[in-house]
């Protein structure tokens, strides 16, 4: 690892805002693993209410179509392009100028993601028979209800892109959580009141939705910030705006090709049978509650301090908190990616398994989530990596790295689909999430500033140590699994399945807790010091 600085008060400073990137990415990370909880429970609700039927595939799809659209309008310009303009007017300090970028940016915003949710609107019909959908007129409707949620959801980006930016990242942390709560209670509150509970679900979406952003924009208002509705024209002719648009476009072609994985996935299970489509979502679930827990919030808090970083030429702060970050992951991920593989069928009954989910949609999903873990550490990775490039205004480099990573992913699920269905679509997501990471990495070492060398072999090292320690810990934590589980069995799930694998999941922690002691691991100990 290099050295923080040469000089004792850019360490002191770097050490402050090291410490400062830990807290936020802590109290970030506690709100979003609630979320990741909440978003969990509402897919243990859809499993509940509709399980892996042709009418879970409809909402499935139905939902997927306005979200691939939210990360392209919505995260994909928050990250990329406003976030490092917008504070470029801060550092500027000219109010006047700040206020007009901001008008001209929601003006912006605003008219394209009604155009699109309009235009969506209009061609669901012809959308929605590509997927081979059975529930074709219920998928129609559903996808025309939420086609809204792109709208909301996209204006919601936009105020936690300003407070993001100001490093408040609390409010945006909580919003997810309203869109859960508010999914959940419409489900089991209006489904009696609909004609199934996929249209009570996507209720409760496009509510959820409206409320992400009305509760962010009272703080947005309380930093000071202030804007207004301007002429197309203006908007268009606004100096910020077009520098975010010449960002921003061939991001989208490089986000289009990495969300095209989801499209693609999806179609393709669509058509190998009734059930894959939910199970694929299901086993994303989970993998997504792990990675909300820390990857996705270390990502987004880690963008605006790269930023900085980048913008005042501090290479050696920016490789050491990018550094830190890549081998964090890697402490999280790998140990993690050995017990679920290891548990994954106690896992998928002990959340799902009830009512309209039953042994073959439990066989399905466990296929699927089996394929899936092993992405996990490259998933998260791409995470904090793609940030690393935007902190430059680098968009283009994820950009390649994404259209690659697009066609290895649709080249090995189209050849792996049909035998494994849809084990087969997860393998081939995993497998174009490792060729992401590799690509990132070799577009970041054209920055020569950049220890990107010293990043690598770092992260190999440690990572091969996890592994070997992870292997260790999960044969003892498994095996008191299987020896648990005829004491508790007679009982409801809860506690037949969740107390053997609680008590497991303690014991590997312990375990491999202890193995990371005794060896000296400085990095945990260093995240235990930076806490303290």
Same mark, same amino acid.
């Given at each position: 690892?290099?050295?923080?600085?040469?000089?004792?008060?850019?360490?002191?400073?770097?050490?402050?805002?090291?410490?400062?990137?830990?807290?936020?990415?802590?109290?970030?990370?506690?709100?979003?693993?609630?979320?990741?909880?909440?978003?969990?429970?509402?897919?243990?609700?859809?499993?509940?209410?509709?399980?892996?039927?042709?009418?879970?595939?409809?909402?499935?799809?139905?939902?997927?179509?306005?979200?691939?659209?939210?990360?392209?309008?919505?995260?994909?310009?928050?990250?990329?392009?406003?976030?490092?303009?917008?504070?470029?007017?801060?550092?500027?300090?000219?109010?006047?100028?700040?206020?007009?970028?901001?008008?001209?940016?929601?003006?912006?915003?605003?008219?394209?993601?009604?155009?699109?949710?309009?235009?969506?609107?209009?061609?669901?019909?012809?959308?929605?028979?590509?997927?081979?959908?059975?529930?074709?007129?219920?998928?129609?409707?559903?996808?025309?209800?939420?086609?809204?949620?792109?709208?909301?959801?996209?204006?919601?980006?936009?105020?936690?892109?300003?407070?993001?930016?100001?490093?408040?990242?609390?409010?945006?942390?909580?919003?997810?959580?309203?869109?859960?709560?508010?999914?959940?209670?419409?489900?089991?509150?209006?489904?009696?009141?609909?004609?199934?509970?996929?249209?009570?679900?996507?209720?409760?979406?496009?509510?959820?939705?409206?409320?992400?952003?009305?509760?962010?924009?009272?703080?947005?208002?309380?930093?000071?910030?202030?804007?207004?509705?301007?002429?197309?024209?203006?908007?268009?002719?606004?100096?910020?705006?077009?520098?975010?648009?010449?960002?921003?476009?061939?991001?989208?072609?490089?986000?289009?090709?990495?969300?095209?994985?989801?499209?693609?996935?999806?179609?393709?299970?669509?058509?190998?049978?009734?059930?894959?489509?939910?199970?694929?979502?299901?086993?994303?679930?989970?993998?997504?509650?792990?990675?909300?827990?820390?990857?996705?919030?270390?990502?987004?808090?880690?963008?605006?301090?790269?930023?900085?970083?980048?913008?005042?030429?501090?290479?050696?702060?920016?490789?050491?908190?990018?550094?830190?970050?890549?081998?964090?992951?890697?402490?999280?991920?790998?140990?993690?990616?050995?017990?679920?593989?290891?548990?994954?069928?106690?896992l998928v009954r002990l959340l799902f398994q009830g009512r309209s989910f039953d042994e073959s949609s439990v066989a399905l999903t466990v296929a699927a989530f089996q394929w899936h873990m092993p992405g996990l550490f490259f998933?998260?990775?791409?995470?904090?990596?793609?940030?690393?490039?935007?902190?430059?205004?680098?968009?283009?480099?994820?950009?390649?790295?994404?259209?690659?990573?697009?066609?290895?992913?649709?080249?090995?699920?189209?050849?792996?689909?049909?035998?494994?269905?849809?084990?087969?679509? @997860?393998? $081939?997501?995993?497998? &174009?999430?490792?060729? /992401? #990471?590799? =690509? !990132?990495? +070799? *577009?970041?070492?054209? %920055?020569?500033?950049?220890?990107?060398?010293?990043?690598?072999?770092?992260?190999?090292?440690?990572?091969?140590?996890?592994?070997?320690?992870? @292997?260790? $810990?999960?044969?003892? &934590?498994?095996?008191? /699994? #299987?020896? =648990? !589980?005829? +004491? *508790?069995?007679?009982? %409801?799930?809860?506690?037949?399945?969740?107390?053997?694998?609680?008590?497991?999941?303690?014991?590997?922690?312990?375990?491999?807790?202890?193995?990371?002691?005794?060896?000296?691991?400085?990095?945990?100990?260093?995240?235990?010091?930076?806490?303290?």
């Amino acid at each position: 690892m290099l050295p923080i600085a040469e000089n004792p008060q850019n360490n002191i400073s770097f050490k402050t805002m090291a410490h400062s990137l830990l807290r936020q990415g802590s109290i970030l990370s506690l709100l979003t693993l609630i979320s990741r909880i909440l978003g969990l429970l509402r897919e243990m609700t859809k499993a509940a209410l509709l399980g892996t039927s042709v009418l879970s595939d409809a909402f499935s799809v139905a939902f997927m179509i306005p979200n691939l659209f939210r990360r392209l309008f919505a995260e994909g310009s928050v990250a990329v392009a406003f976030i490092p303009t917008f504070k470029e007017y801060l550092q500027e300090d000219k109010p006047a100028q700040l206020k007009e970028f901001l008008s001209c940016t929601l003006t912006m915003l605003t008219c394209l993601v009604t155009c699109v949710v309009v235009l969506g609107v209009l061609v669901t019909p012809a959308i929605i028979a590509i997927f081979g959908i059975e529930a074709f007129d219920e998928t129609v409707l559903l996808t025309r209800l939420m086609f809204p949620f792109l709208a909301f959801i996209s204006i919601a980006a936009l105020f936690q892109g300003i407070l993001n930016s100001v490093h408040c990242f609390a409010p945006s942390g909580f919003a997810p959580i309203v869109l859960n709560i508010v999914t959940i209670a419409c489900a089991y509150g209006l489904s009696r009141f609909v004609a199934n509970p996929a249209r009570a679900l996507a209720a409760g979406i496009l509510i959820g939705g409206f409320l992400e952003g009305a509760i962010q924009l009272p703080f947005v208002l309380k930093k000071g910030f202030r804007f207004f509705f301007t002429s197309l024209r203006t908007a268009i002719r606004n100096p910020g705006v077009q520098r975010i648009f010449r960002l921003i476009v061939p991001t989208i072609i490089g986000m289009a090709a990495y969300q095209l994985n989801d499209l693609v996935s999806t179609v393709l299970a669509g058509n190998v049978g009734a059930g894959t489509v939910s199970s694929l979502q299901y086993s994303l679930r989970l993998q997504e509650l792990i990675l909300g827990v820390f990857a996705v919030s270390l990502g987004t808090v880690l963008l605006p301090h790269l930023t900085d970083y980048a913008q005042s030429g501090r290479w050696e702060h920016y490789s050491d908190q990018l550094g830190s970050c890549v081998k964090s992951i890697a402490l999280l991920t790998i140990p993690i990616t050995f017990f679920t593989l290891g548990s994954g069928e106690s896992l998928v009954r002990l959340l799902f398994q009830g009512r309209s989910f039953d042994e073959s949609s439990v066989a399905l999903t466990v296929a699927a989530f089996q394929w899936h873990m092993p992405g996990l550490f490259f998933i998260a990775l791409n995470r904090i990596l793609a940030p690393a490039f935007y902190a430059q205004s680098n968009s283009a480099s994820p950009t390649k790295a994404g259209i690659v990573s697009f066609l290895v992913n649709i080249v090995l699920a189209a050849a792996l689909a049909v035998p494994f269905k849809g084990a087969g679509i @997860a393998a $081939a997501l995993s497998i &174009a999430s490792a060729v /992401n #990471t590799v =690509l !990132l990495f +070799i *577009f970041l070492k054209k %920055n020569s500033q950049i220890a990107v060398k010293q990043i690598v072999s770092g992260v190999c090292t440690y990572s091969l140590k996890l592994i070997v320690f992870s @292997a260790l $810990a999960v044969m003892p &934590a498994l095996y008191l /699994n #299987t020896l =648990l !589980l005829p +004491i *508790f069995d007679g009982h %409801n799930r809860i506690i037949s399945l969740g107390i053997p694998l609680a008590l497991a999941g303690i014991v590997y922690a312990l375990l491999g807790l202890g193995l990371l002691f005794v060896t000296g691991d400085k990095h945990i100990r260093a995240l235990i010091r930076e806490k303290r």
